[in-house]
């Protein structure tokens, strides 16, 4: 049952990264728009970064679509090398190696998506 | 009389005692309309060069023996008409991702034996029934379409050949033994779904399939691999959710009385005896 | 048998093909490269990204580095490959999901498969690729960045 798990995860994954990583497309990508943007500008400029920062919303938004990425991309990475045929002993340690890095990244972008809110920069 | 065609053919051989790697070696071919590429080797061996070796049998595209890539291509070569595919250059190559016997001979024992470890045959749980049936299952046709296009199968191994993940992972299942698990997980008057799920749904196993299509773009019998891949996918998603549970087919109920035939008066006399 | 037989796969070239493949089977390689891609770029954005919570200085130090026309025609490479990723990821949802490969049906010559079932949905999903780069395209290089 786990690789079937581990893909239904998989997918389920693949529709967050949608909603979310479609929302944050639209927010630097379609600028025109204007999508969470209130200093106008450049996306990039602090103060559009820093309004993002502070809305709980789009934190939330952030995590979730930090943990499906990982997950995602790092269930494919594990898929595409496991395809090229090495022992079990690698596959096993492998997929150990990746739930590891996925934790720490994951770890790392929560502690500097919330960081920044509980900073309390000024706008 | 019509004119033939003049083609030249290109033919990987291998010789395990005398050659390291394949080699390819030429011919040239007069060809009729209407010569198969079998019909082409078979000519070439008897008037050419009688140590080409390849597999045959049936010549009629029902036995899977002569499967080879045909200009780039798995196919069957009985099935295949030379004009159809080119009228210059005829390149035959033995089907890739298998192990190389001889010439155009792959071989196929590896597949056969993942095929059998997945276990396509009939089970119940109702053993005594199976081993002395007493009275036929029931299962209507619409039961029967949902898997009847997956019995074609003939493992002449063309989608194994063609998919690109049996390219580099020697341990993956393979279209034509996922099919033969559906096939049987579907037919309604089978049990061992459980048991079949959990072998293919293994590491290297159909997760693995990621949807090239090329199985059912070669597949000389309209088998559709990549169809029953998919709908296996599906099943095995339900089945995480703990959804989806069929009921197994029944045996049919013997008649009741009332629907014999009243009773025939026996022949005045009979002839002979 | 004594005989050694010869080991015929096809290793990492069985994924490219041979030129004579069905358009799905280049999907299904363009799908890996740019999910590759992804992940890579995707790597490097935690880190830059994490940048925010050094405070404005920082953020916009880093920020000037990555003006550079060389990172913007870069990042516009990562939105394509997203785009196309997302939308083909879609249809392989629908695909794997069984419910756009079709019924199962008698073979009959000249045979049908579930690629004829899917080939709408193929090239619904590639015109909407091509409009969402269109889109990216004009925002990167023309939009108020």
């Known amino acids: 049952m786990r690789e079937t798990a581990y893909w239904t995860w998989f997918i389920i994954a693949a529709f967050v990264i949608l909603i979310f990583a479609g929302l944050h497309m639209v927010v630097m990508h379609l600028s025109v728009l204007g999508v969470f943007n209130p200093e106008g500008g450049a996306v990039t400029n602090w103060g559009n970064v820093a309004f993002r920062s502070q809305n709980q919303f789009l934190a939330f938004t952030y995590i979730i679509l930090l943990g499906a990425a990982l997950y995602h991309g790092l269930y494919g990475l594990r898929t595409i090398v496991f395809e090229l045929g090495p022992k079990k002993s690698f596959q096993d340690t492998f997929t150990v190696l990746l739930w590891i890095v996925g934790l720490v990244l994951f770890a790392i972008g929560t502690y500097s998506a919330i960081a920044a809110k509980s900073l309390e920069l000024a706008l | 009389m019509e004119k033939g065609t003049n083609i030249t053919v290109f033919i990987r051989r291998f010789d395990p005692e005398k050659d390291a790697a394949p080699r390819q070696q030429q011919y040239t071919l007069q060809v009729e309309r209407g010569m198969t590429v079998l019909d082409g080797l078979h000519m070439i061996k008897q008037t050419q060069d009688p140590t080409i070796n390849f597999r045959f049998s049936c010549r009629m595209g029902v036995c899977g023996s002569c499967g080879m890539m045909i200009n780039g291509v798995p196919g069957l070569a009985c099935n295949t008409q030379i004009l159809d595919v080119t009228t210059t250059a005829l390149t035959l190559a033995p089907l890739p991702n298998f192990n190389l016997i001889r010439d155009l001979v792959p071989d196929l024992v590896p597949m056969f034996g993942v095929i059998k470890g997945l276990q396509p045959y009939i089970q119940r749980s109702d053993v005594a029934e199976m081993e002395n049936p007493t009275m036929e299952y029931f299962q209507t046709p619409h039961q029967l379409e949902e898997f009847l296009q997956f019995t074609y199968c003939i493992k002449c191994g063309s989608c194994m050949a063609a998919c690109p993940t049996m390219a580099t992972d020697k341990e993956y299942l393979g279209p034509a033994p996922i099919t033969q698990a559906y096939r049987y997980n579907t037919d309604s008057r089978d049990d061992a779904g459980d048991a079949r799920k959990d072998l293919v749904a293994a590491s290297h196993g159909i997760f693995n399939c990621h949807y090239a299509g090329e199985c059912s773009n070669v597949c000389p019998k309209g088998v559709d691999p990549a169809r029953a891949i998919q709908l296996m996918k599906k099943d095995l998603v339900l089945r995480y959710f703990g959804l989806g549970k069929r009921k197994c087919a029944h045996l049919c109920k013997k008649p009741d009385k009332s629907l014999y035939k009243p009773k025939i008066e026996a022949a005045p006399f009979t002839v002979g005896k | ?145």
């Open chain 3, 1 to 145: 048998m004594a005989n050694k037989q010869y080991d015929n796969h096809l290793g990492i070239f069985g994924w490219l093909g041979g030129g004579r493949w069905g358009v799905e089977r280049y999907l299904y390689i363009l799908h890996r490269v740019t999910g590759l891609g992804i992940l890579l770029f995707f790597l490097i954005h935690i880190f830059a990204s994490s940048m925010r919570m050094y405070g404005p200085e920082t953020w916009t130090a880093a920020m000037a580095i990555l003006k550079n026309p060389i990172f913007k025609l870069g990042e516009f490479f990562v939105f394509v490959a997203f785009a196309f990723h997302a939308v083909n990821g879609i249809r392989l949802i629908l695909i794997e999901l069984g419910l756009a490969v079709g019924k199962a049906e008698e073979p009959i010559y000249p045979y049908k498969s579930s690629l004829n079932n899917q080939r709408p949905l193929m090239v619904i999903a590639m015109v909407v690729v091509a409009i969402l780069i269109i889109a990216g395209g004009y925002n990167t290089f023309f939009g108020s960045h």
